[in-house]
C-alpha cells in the first residue's frame, strides 16, 4: 500500500523530481483459472504487474486518450468539455473511488453510455496501465505526507520548508 502512495505522488508531480526507486506496488490478484473440463481457449493474458513502467505507461497514454475530456487531474474538466462536450464525472467521486479497478477497464473497452469504446486504440496491456494511472490519481488526491513511507516524507517535508 505504502509503495501505491509514493508512485502516485511521484507521478503526479507532487515531489518534484526525487527518484527514490520505489519497489513495484502489488495490488495484482491471482492470475484467472479456467475450470477444468472446458474447451482450450487461448487463455487470458494475465493481468500485468504495477510498477513505475506501467503507471508511467498508463499516464502516457491517459495524456493522449482521456485527458481531453476527463482532465488531466481526473476531475471531468478536460479542454474538450470546456468547449461543450457533455461533462465526465470525477473519477474523485466516492463511487468512484469505490469501483472495482474491473469498471474502470470495462468502460476503456466497451465503452460508457455517451462515451465510446477505446478498445481498438488501447491493447488489453494499455487498459490495466490506464486503470492503474487512474487508481495513482485518485490515491494522489486523498494522500496525506503521515501515509508516505518515513524516509520519502523526510525528504518531502525538506523541499516544503
Ligand atoms: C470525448 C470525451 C471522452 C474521452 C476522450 C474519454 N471519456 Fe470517459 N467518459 C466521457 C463521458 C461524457 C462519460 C460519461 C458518459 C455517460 O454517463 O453517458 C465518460 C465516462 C467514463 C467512465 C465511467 C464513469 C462512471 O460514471 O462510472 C469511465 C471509467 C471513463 N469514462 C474512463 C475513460 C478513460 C480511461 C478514457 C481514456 C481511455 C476515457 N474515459 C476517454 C467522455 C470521455
Redo the contacts with the bound molecule.
Keep these: 500500500m505504502r509503495n501505491e502512495w509514493l508512485l502516485a505522488l511521484l507521478l503526479c508531480g507532487c515531489l518534484g523530481e526525487m527518484d527514490p526507486q520505489p519497489r513495484a506496488a502489488r495490488w495484482n490478484r491471482p492470475p484467472r483459472r479456467v475450470p477444468a473440463g472446458s474447451l482450450a481457449v487461448t487463455p487470458p493474458e494475465p493481468r500485468p504487474e504495477v510498477d513505475l513502467p506501467l503507471l508511467r505507461r498508463g499516464q502516457e497514454?491517459?495524456g493522449i486518450?482521456?485527458?481531453?475530456?476527463?482532465g488531466p487531474l481526473g476531475d471531468?474538466r478536460?479542454e474538450?468539455?470546456r468547449r461543450g462536450?457533455?461533462?465526465?464525472?470525477s473519477?474523485h467521486e466516492e463511487?468512484?473511488r469505490q469501483?472495482a479497478d474491473e469498471?474502470?477497464y470495462?468502460?476503456?473497452r466497451n465503452g460508457?453510455?455517451?462515451?465510446?469504446p477505446?478498445a481498438d486504440?488501447?491493447p488489453e496491456r494499455d487498459?490495466w496501465a490506464?486503470?492503474a494511472y487512474?487508481r495513482a490519481l485518485q490515491l494522489s488526491r486523498r494522500a496525506r505526507l503521515a501515509d508516505l513511507p518515513d524516509e520519502v516524507r523526510r525528504q518531502a517535508e525538506e523541499r516544503l520548508r
Design positions: 497514454r491517459y486518450y482521456c485527458a481531453a475530456c476527463h471531468g478536460g474538450v468539455v462536450f457533455p461533462q465526465p464525472p473519477f463511487r468512484l469501483a469498471h474502470f470495462s468502460a476503456i460508457a453510455g455517451r462515451m465510446w477505446y486504440r488501447l487498459r490506464v486503470v487512474l
